[in-house]
């Protein structure tokens, strides 16, 4: 079944605040939280999202003025076709990317009639449900909790993937889509004695639920079908994941999940290149539910992955935060003229680690990034 849903919102505010906020303060329906910092769980959900929208008034100032003009996103063409769909948008990166893409347009002081608007494509009323909530926010309403409508939002549910018809009008009219692949499971981190640690500084595999991505690794293939087939449709970011390089060490590729994580990405890839789509695809390194903010390190053909594991003897690939991976991918979106047919390993620079997170040697480093000139540099030089 295909179902839409419209949404109105009156709040401007800081993305990475805003990523920040609803990961550690904001009770989310998917079960996507931290315990948060400051706030007791005893304090009312109301409350919550009091203190968050006036902390996202309070410092969007300040972030604006420390983002420098080289990044500032303008994702939407003049006038018409703004529409970015994204799908598994209701994945925890999914949700990032909704509000990164929105939110770094206002920042970079977009005319309202060309600010993108998002169309997140999702498998389920639930899920529909769980983007609506976690991006806007829940109020009462006649007694009852209902999520907080945003104006730029659309939920586009598509439940059936043998309903072709149905995932084709999903992509009608959006001039932009970022696809999301299946790869990227849980991360287990471990101590030395085979522990669980979730402090993530020791080794780590990747957990695979074998049905589930199998599931989402045929809807991608549906998806990038009817994606082809949409006469708007002008650019396409693929996330996909290292280790797929035709050269990998039989290492490398175990350390980003093996076989059973690599072999959905791997068929999505060589569909998208030969679906006449204009692409760009990026492969993450392993991906956590940190902070974003972290400077980044770009490469190609698993150099970033194959160099970080003959390093050490952690056999610990790659890692970058969901919030950092929608950063780039945000800016690939933009970007994609100068970095059209390529296919770019992204991870966080290897002198930042999950304790860098936060700290203000990682967030200005961030911030004086040029991620244009580092991607550049990346693919040349690696």
């Known amino acids: 079944m295909l179902h839409s849903c419209w949404h109105i919102n009156n709040a401007s505010c800081c993305c990475c605040l805003m990523l920040y906020c609803i990961h550690n303060i904001l009770p989310l329906s998917t079960g996507w939280r931290s315990n948060p910092p400051y706030i007791s769980d005893e304090i009312h959900f109301n409350h919550e ?29 003049s006038g018409k076709n703004n529409i970015v769909a994204i799908t598994h948008a209701a994945g925890r990166m999914g949700k990032a990317l909704a509000l990164q893409i929105r939110e770094d347009a206002i920042l970079s002081g977009m005319p309202s009639e060309e600010l993108p608007n998002i169309r997140a494509i999702v498998r389920s009323e639930s899920e529909a449900m769980s983007v609506k909530c976690d991006l806007g926010g829940m109020k009462m309403e006649g007694g009852n909790m209902a999520p907080i409508a945003l104006e730029w939002l659309e939920t586009v549910v598509v439940e059936d993937i043998e309903n072709a ?5 999903a992509f009608e009219g959006s001039g932009s889509a970022i696809l999301c692949d299946a790869s990227h499971n849980e991360i287990v981190w ?23 991505n199998n599931d989402l690794s045929k809807r991608l293939l549906a998806e990038i079908d009817a994606a082809s087939s949409c006469p708007s449709l002008r650019r396409v970011i693929l996330r996909s994941s290292m280790g797929l390089s035709s050269g990998v060490s039989k290492e490398a590729a175990e ?26 695809i990026i492969r993450l390194g ?9 400077p980044l390190i770009f490469g190609v053909n698993d150099a970033i992955l194959e160099k970080r594991l003959d390093s050490t003897t952690s056999q610990r690939p790659p890692i ?23 296919t770019i390993d992204c991870a966080w620079h290897p002198k930042f680690g999950r304790s860098s997170v936060g700290s203000e040697e990682a967030v200005n480093a961030a911030g004086r990034q040029d991620l244009k000139e580092a991607i550049q540099k990346g693919v040349f030089v690696w």
């Open 165 to 169: 018809e149905a995932l084709r009008s």
């Open 320 to 342: 970058l935060s969901r919030a950092d991976a929608a950063r780039a991918c945000t800016f690939l979106l933009r970007e994609t003229s100068a970095f059209r047919g390529l």
């Open 49 to 77: 999202i009091e203190i968050t929208m006036i902390m996202f008034r309070a410092t969007a100032a300040v972030v604006v003025a420390l983002c420098p003009a080289t990044v500032a996103l303008s994702l939407a063409p």
């Open 190 to 212: 471990k101590d030395g004695d085979g522990t669980d640690n979730q402090d993530g500084e020791g080794t780590c595999s990747i957990y695979v639920p074998m049905r589930e």
């Open 286 to 294: 392993a991906l956590t539910d940190d902070g974003g903010n972290v």
């Open 255 to 280: 350390a980003m999940g093996g076989e059973a994580a690599l072999a959905g990405p791997r068929e999505a890839e060589k569909a998208l290149k030969s679906s006449g789509l204009e692409y760009t």
